[in-house]
């Protein structure tokens, strides 16, 4: 089995930052694809920012520039820091791992709001 652990959210004024983390643990043989994805209300689940095992990055262009993707293999962790956060950042955010065990699984967080004021 796998847990997937975020944390980081919460409340920022327009302009700040934040650090969301995540973890996964358990029956875990290599970790493949990591990544965040956000939810706002009334809207789809969209791509935010994802980094592969070689440390390729892809972002959504809404965030370039002002959010970045890392990944500490070692600790089968990955963080996305969040700078000039805007009011339209505002939604869930969730985790996705990608998991080699016996074959490979996606797994997900359980999300973390991060609301951003005006």
């Known amino acids: 089995q796998v847990q997937v652990v975020e944390s980081g959210g919460g409340l920022v004024q327009a302009g700040g930052s934040l650090r969301l983390s995540c973890a996964a643990s358990?029956?875990?043989?290599?970790?493949?694809?990591m990544g965040w994805y956000r939810q706002a209300p009334g809207k789809q689940r969209e791509l935010v920012a994802r980094i592969n095992n070689g440390g390729r990055t892809n972002y959504a262009d809404s965030v370039k520039g002002r959010f970045t993707i890392a990944r500490d293999n070692a600790k089968n962790t990955v963080y996305l820091q969040m700078n000039s956060l805007k009011p339209e950042d505002t939604a869930v955010y969730y985790c996705?791992?990608?998991?080699?065990?016996?074959?490979?699984?996606?797994?997900w967080g359980q999300g973390t709001q991060v609301t951003v004021s005006s």
């Open positions: 358990g029956n875990i043989v290599s970790v493949n694809h």
């Open positions: 996705y791992v990608q998991i080699f065990a016996s074959t490979y699984s996606d797994y």
